[in-house]
């Protein structure tokens, strides 16, 4: 099994930063693919960022130029940098991990931007 555990969440004002973090817990299998997803009220689950075990990073459109998604694989941990916040990002998020080809969910953090 493993254990996926987001912290970071908050409210800010528009324009501020808030940095997540999502630290994975697992004894046998390897992480691989990690990522950020979002989802605001009456909306879809949608991708924010996701970076694979090489490094290789994906953003959506609507976040390109404000966040950066980092990971150590030492410490399965990956973090979401975000900065020039907006109203409009406002929503859970949530961290996904990806080990044995089996995803794996955090509990969600959510974060509130005030404008």
């Known amino acids: 099994q493993v254990q996926v555990v987001e912290s970071g969440g908050g409210l800010v004002q528009a324009g501020g930063s808030l940095r997540l973090s999502c630290a994975a817990s697992?004894?046998?299998?390897?992480?691989?693919?990690m990522g950020w997803y979002r989802q605001a009220p009456g909306r879809q689950r949608e991708l924010v960022a996701a970076?694979?075990?090489?490094?290789?990073?994906n953003y959506a459109d609507s976040v390109k130029g404000r966040v950066t998604i980092e990971r150590d694989n030492a410490k399965n941990t990956v973090y979401l940098q975000m900065n020039t916040l907006k109203p409009e990002d406002t929503a859970v998020y949530y961290c996904?991990?990806?080990?044995?080809?089996?995803?794996?969910w955090g509990q969600g953090t959510q974060v509130t931007v005030s404008s």
């Open positions: 697992s004894i046998i299998f390897s992480i691989n693919d």
């Open positions: 996904k991990v990806v080990a044995a080809w089996r995803d794996y």
């Open positions: 970076i694979t075990s090489g490094g290789s990073t």
